[in-house]
């Protein structure tokens, strides 16, 4: 084999190497992702609370440290000023289990008392999540899910 074919080859195979390099490098930093986000709303009744209750899917490849959850009416002052991470900081938490790998299942749960129903806004409200990653990276979805209270 000639210098120059050798050489070519031995680009070519630095190329190809740094470019694998950088795919499993950006395959193993992924952000933060929720997927199967869910709400169920059931309104109480004579003779039984109500409750709320949302799940959701987060992977992280750093893993997730936190994740917050914050129900609000559609009409609010959340609809007029976006919802932010400083306005998610006193959130109630979800409970995280480990759901495979990077990836927890998280469940909020909240009993809705008839007072709680009676005070409440009527209408379409929204689920916000944050979400923190153990290296300090967040996500914010203001809606990551909807449920009516009638």
Sequence with gaps: MSRRTALSVAAGVVVLGGAGALTLAYAGDQPLKL???TARYTAPDADRDGSLTFDT?????????????????QHSSFAKDELTAKDMADAESAVCKPSGK??????YSVEVTRSDAKSSP????HVA?????KDGTTTLDREAADFTVR
Excluded: E, Q, Y
């Design 122 to 125: 009527r209408g379409t409200w």
């Design 57 to 73: 899917d987060v992977t992280a490849s750093a893993g997730v440290k936190s994740v917050k959850v914050l129900a609000w009416p």
């Design 35 to 37: 997927t199967h986000s």
């Design 129 to 133: 999540v944050l979400a923190t990653a």
């Design 102 to 107: 990077n990836t927890v299942h998280c469940t």
